[in-house]
């Protein structure tokens, strides 16, 4: 159990009013209402899986709560990032999530880090907070919240979605498993697809983050058992939940330090590493001037998925999705469709694109990426074409 001083910590007469509902239950009562209000929580991130468990534990009265974010509100976060309105669109996120947080409960403590989290700042962020709930969507702040956890010796509540799917456990909890147990070594950059890139059900973050804010709670009380040691899995499509059992490496390396974790995660190159070379680009602009010309001497190939083709198109573009590209049929697609032109690729944003690319040089066709991909077509060229 957490060791926290609810000596100092009183309840308001509001706050009786407020908590009623938990004051009557035994396994919370009075003195668990204190423990709330006596803890500190850090929530890295206030995307999807942020917006529901800053909620709760603000509506729980959790005391303190730290939030770690420098991302500001778009419209595309609305269908799944609750804790923010389409009036904070352009925005900073903490400073949504905060005035959200005062109006659901205002006795609780908000910090707010306007930053990116990194090895030089994550340790002083977090030192100060009882747990930390881990809410970001990328490998390498994962890695570094855990071992920053590690290091600090707190409780790190973990979850994470893509499409129809979640998983949630609690790592480095009473001598329990770390992230690392899970996944000693990252996946090759690119293997796993953003949700930007393959979508997610705006519902799916809410359930995980619930679990996350309740693991959070039950771990404040020193009640129940946690998910430490155990790896809950959850299909929405499917309605089922599954989980499979964690347990410590006794060979996994020891943690002693941060490190680069963008470059861990291959993301970064090694600064002594020679440079890679970059793949061909053109503009949005460059590419409108060549289709006004009408020009036959090129194939413009989108790699991004059915679904996203159906939204907005580049005019003359054929679809070739990078999964199919990287199986291989693909390839003979692209191949087949050349002929003797010469070939531009682009996706949503320019990075599948560039993957599709580079597997295609490796087939010995060479191309040229389209910057910014659809997302700078619709912003400086077709405003027409949504953004998604």
Avoid at 29 to 54: D, M, W
Avoid at 199 to 209: E, F, K, Q
Avoid at 323 to 344: C, F, M, S, T, Y
């Amino acid at each position: 159990m957490l060791n926290l001083d609810i000596e100092q910590t009183q309840l308001s007469r509001e706050e009786y009013e407020r908590f009623s509902r938990h004051l009557i239950l035994p396994e919370v009562g009075v003195e668990g209402q204190r423990r709330l209000k006596a803890a500190s929580v850090l929530c890295i991130g206030t995307g999807g899986l942020g917006s529901p468990l800053l909620l709760y534990l603000a509506a729980a009265g959790i005391g303190r709560l730290g939030i770690v974010d420098f991302d500001i509100v778009d419209t595309s976060n609305l269908q799944r990032q609750v804790i923010h309105g389409t009036s904070w669109v352009g925005k900073p996120k903490i400073e949504s999530a905060k005035n959200r947080i005062h109006e659901i409960n205002p006795n609780c403590q908000v910090d707010l880090y306007e930053t990116r989290l990194s090895s030089e700042n994550a340790l002083d962020i977090i030192r100060p907070y009882d747990i930390v709930v881990d809410g970001t969507d990328n490998f390498p702040t994962r890695y570094l919240v855990n071992d920053a956890c590690v290091l600090l010796d707190k409780p790190n509540v973990y979850g994470s979605i893509f499409r129809f799917e979640g998983q949630a456990t609690v790592f480095n909890y009473e001598g329990g498993p770390n992230y690392r147990d899970l996944y000693p070594e990252p996946p090759p950059p690119g293997m796993v697809p953003s949700c930007a890139e393959g979508g997610v059900l705006g519902i799916l973050p809410g359930i995980i983050g619930v679990i996350q804010a309740t693991e959070t709670v039950k771990i404040i009380l020193g009640k129940g058992e946690t998910l430490s040691g155990r790896l809950m899995l959850y299909n929405a499509l499917t309605m089922k939940f599954r989980e499979l059992k964690l347990r410590p490496n006794p060979e996994r390396p020891v943690i002693d330090r941060l490190i680069d974790y963008e470059q861990f995660c291959g993301m970064a190159p090694p600064s002594a590493a020679p440079e890679v070379p970059m793949l061909p680009e053109m503009t949005v602009t460059e590419l409108k001037a060549l289709i006004d010309s009408g020009a036959e001497d090129y194939l413009l190939v989108d790699v991004r998925n059915p679904p996203e083709y159906e939204i907005g198109r580049i005019p003359g573009s054929v679809l070739v999705p990078l999964p199919d590209i990287e199986a291989g049929p693909g390839v003979e697609k692209v191949k087949e469709l050349l002929g003797n032109r010469r070939l531009i690729a682009h996706c949503k944003m320019g990075g599948r694109s560039a993957k599709a690319l580079a597997i295609l040089q490796t087939a010995g066709i060479e191309g040229t990426n389209v910057a910014g991909g659809i997302n700078a077509w619709s912003e400086q060229v077709d405003p027409s074409v949504p953004q998604y």
